[in-house]
């Protein structure tokens, strides 16, 4: 991401802690009388990235030239989805995703996901956004 976005990767440095990282569980009881619901409503994730480890359920969209794609669930990897920090910190190279959870008619959902976040104290800076932390 460094090359793509013209910077020398020497002078780069990371300022990703694991110490502000966060790791949410989430659990989506099935909805047999209603599969027009989402269970989490479309946004976008404040952090730099998001990990996400989702169950064989599946549900998580995204939503790609206005329309909403299934992100249909593969054995043994991982989704990761840029956030809101790193896409101003690309000066919108990089465009942080909109997503939501639908329900499950069959099944509760079962997911994890790990956000990535910043050293605290570090400012975020932008040609396009007002420095912000």
């Not at 793509?4 to 009388?33: A, F, H, W």
């Not at 000066?91 to 008619?105: L, Q």
Request: hydrophobic share 35%; charged share 30%.
């Amino acid at each position: 991401m460094v090359k793509n976005l013209g910077l020398d990767p020497k002078e780069c440095r990371s300022n990703l802690d694991e110490s502000t990282g966060i790791l949410r569980v989430y659990r989506y009881p099935m909805r047999p009388d209603n599969n027009d619901l989402a269970h989490m409503e479309m946004h976008t994730d404040s952090s730099m990235f998001s990990i996400l480890n989702q169950d064989e359920v599946g549900g998580l969209e995204v939503l790609k030239d206005g329309k909403w794609l299934s992100a249909n669930p593969v054995p043994n990897t991982l989704v990761i989805n840029i956030g809101d920090m790193m896409q101003a910190l690309s000066d919108d190279e990089y465009e942080s995703v909109i997503h939501r959870v639908k329900v499950a008619k069959e099944r509760e959902r079962l997911s994890l996901c790990y956000f990535v976040f910043p050293e605290e104290n570090t400012i975020i800076r932008s040609s396009k956004y007002k420095p912000f932390s």
